[in-house]
């Protein structure tokens, strides 16, 4: 964690908004997710 701070890595996620939580589940069972997808609270 400290390496990632110093370095500045950062990890690659794609965003989905918690209303579109079921967009975001066909996303990712049709394999399309190629990072990391991340549900953001949108209420």
């Known amino acids: 964690m ?6 500045g890595v950062t990890p690659t996620t794609q965003l989905f908004p918690m209303s579109k939580i079921n967009d ?9 997710a190629r990072y990391r ?6 209420f």
């Open 24 to 32: 975001a589940l066909k996303h990712l069972r049709d394999g399309k």
């Open 2 to 7: 400290k390496f990632a701070g110093r370095s």
């Open 37 to 42: 997808v991340v549900l953001q609270a949108d």
